[in-house]
């Protein structure tokens, strides 16, 4: 009788486990939704995680604040502090003018800083040694501190803009003067903006013999090799098409001014013809012509990942000086075109700035002759607006 309740006993244990295990069709399909929804969300973050690894510092989430938070890994910056000679204090004045009202909003407060002078002209000539790359608090990309080689220069070290791969030890130099004779034999730089051409010509080849135009071209390429370092200033002149640059002048003695914005590059394009200007294409798409006796550094600006860091908290961005910015919607009417009304409501305008000014796209530039003088002369080609930046930056098919 016994050995009769085992059997029957275990022929019903399938079915008791059975019904213990929910099936899919008894479970409502919000949790199975839910799920699923929370898998692919898993699979994402591991894939995120993957793509970043190596190149972000993440931090396990025992606040709030750190699960978002998301560093580049820039291991080979300096910890110590800046070189106090080439800094000054930086006075706040939160946003206010000379006469104590707010002229920039949403600006205030922050950790306190030292100005770095940055060399932005690079007009001592010669080699000059990386000591160190820093983290400068007052832009987005890191500085590099310089040491000259020449033992009589009267203040050795200075800051520039640290190119893309700099590191400590390796030796950059700016030829902003020129070309020094000794640098490469068989080569003088005997610039005329008239007569200079960077290739040869079929009236050297004639005049010289081909033994000697060969030897003109190979110390050309020689020259190249030695100054198209990154970090290394070169006269748009001496630059070939297609080589990548930053910190570009706008004059031919005055300092670099474009293309200073971490990650940022420029790409010359070519010379254009029957001017002594080059043909260089901005980060924006925009081409512009730039003087050839005008100076660049070669390389883009450091930094590249610095667009894609998440602070993680609001406090964060208060040590950085920026202060809450408020919607237009949430103002008053006296403060705000947007302003006042009953509940969520801007009275059926199109969106504009507390000075009226659209802010959806409209073109508030007067190029040509309704602008200022000589507006936009230097503007080879417009930075792409509307359809075709949105086809330039792969939103839409052709």
Known sequence: MSLLRAALASLRAPATLASRIPSTSSTPWSQVLSRSMALSQRESLAKQKAADA?????????TPSLRHLKRPINNHLYAGRPLRALTYAKRKKGGRGHRG???????????????RQVDFHRREGGFQDVVRIEYDPNRSGHIALLKSRNPNSIQPYSYILAPDGLRAGHVVASFRQGIPKDLVPGYVDDFDPKKHKMRISAETIASQGVAAASAQSLAVSVLRQLTLQPGNVVPIRLVPPGTLIHNIALRPTGPGQLVRAAGTYAQVIGSVEGTHYMAVKLQSGEIRKIHIRCCATIGKVSNPLHNERVLGKAGRMRWLGRRPNVRGMAQNAVDHPHGGGRGKSKGGKHPVSPWGWHTKGKRTRKPGPLGPRGNNKMVIKGRPLGFEKRLAAGEIQA
């Open 54 to 62: 190596g190149l972000f510092r993440r931090y396990k989430p025992i």
């Open 101 to 115: 009202r707010i002229t920039v909003r949403f600006i205030g407060g922050g950790h306190k800083r030292r100005i």
